[in-house]
């Protein structure tokens, strides 16, 4: 069965700093791979997404992700943070298990960011 | 466009009541999964539907049921509510069966007391 895993629960970051969430993922074959983010009370939105290909991906919001299938590893990036990218990240595998197609989230990484 | 809408957003319920959620696609969109959302944690998969059909289930016991109708909405039901059912509960939906194209709504924050 599919997993991830974010090591990190709550990260603090000053506004310009650069910034990196880290995902591991467990999953048989080649992954597909996402990242949301959620503000507080509201659903998810797509940062980005990996399915094959270029292993650095580009996203929305200047957001980026490298995904490194040695260290299996999906982790999200950003040059420089602004004080609106306070919020809980979700990295997430997406499998199919006969005719199920869902998604396997993580814990999530709460970001605060000082200015 | 209309995104995914759900409703309630809101609601209390005591133990041992009966909740139902409801959740309208995207139009066009043919798939509705539900997701269940502890706080603290991610998401996890209860059911989807495609075409009205319940496409996969995850691990919730008997007392969660879904159903998808004609318009492709959805309702997600809730028996015997337990204090642990308190929780944010997601809709996505999707064009086809598949995980890659969701539009998740902003969900319905469900409290048992």
């Known amino acids: 069965a599919q997993s991830v895993t974010q090591p990190d629960i709550h990260i603090t970051v000053s506004e310009g700093a650069s910034l990196e969430l880290r995902c591991n993922y467990s999953?048989?074959?080649?992954?597909?791979l996402f990242w949301y983010v959620q503000s507080p009370g509201q659903g998810l939105q797509l940062l980005l997404k990996?399915?094959?290909?270029?292993?650095l991906v580009q996203g929305i919001k200047g957001f980026e992700a490298e995904f490194k299938r040695s260290q299996s590893s999906f982790n999200l990036r950003k040059p420089s943070v602004h004080w609106s990218d306070a919020a809980e990240y979700f990295c997430a595998v997406g499998a199919t298990t006969g005719t199920a197609s869902k998604l396997t989230f993580g814990t999530g990484t709460r970001l605060q960011v000082t200015l | 466009d209309a995104g995914v809408t759900q409703s309630p957003t809101h609601l209390i319920k005591t133990r041992g009541q009966h909740v139902t959620l409801r959740c309208s696609p995207i139009?066009?969109?043919?798939?509705v999964s539900w997701y269940q959302q502890v706080l603290g944690q991610g998401p996890q998969f209860i059911f989807q539907?495609?075409?009205?059909?319940?496409?996969g289930r995850g691990n919730f016991p008997d007392r969660f049921s879904a159903r998808q109708f004609p318009n492709y909405s959805s309702e997600l039901n809730v028996n015997a509510l337990l204090l642990g059912d308190s929780a944010l509960y997601l809709c996505?939906?999707?064009?086809?069966?598949?995980?890659?194209?969701?539009?998740f709504g902003s969900g319905t924050r469900l409290t048992v007391v």
């Open positions: 990996y399915f094959s290909g270029d292993t």
């Open positions: 996505a939906s999707s064009l086809e069966d598949r995980f890659y194209g969701y539009t």
């Open positions: 539907y495609y075409e009205k059909e319940e496409r």
């Open positions: 139009s066009g969109h043919k798939s």
């Open positions: 999953y048989g074959a080649t992954p597909y």
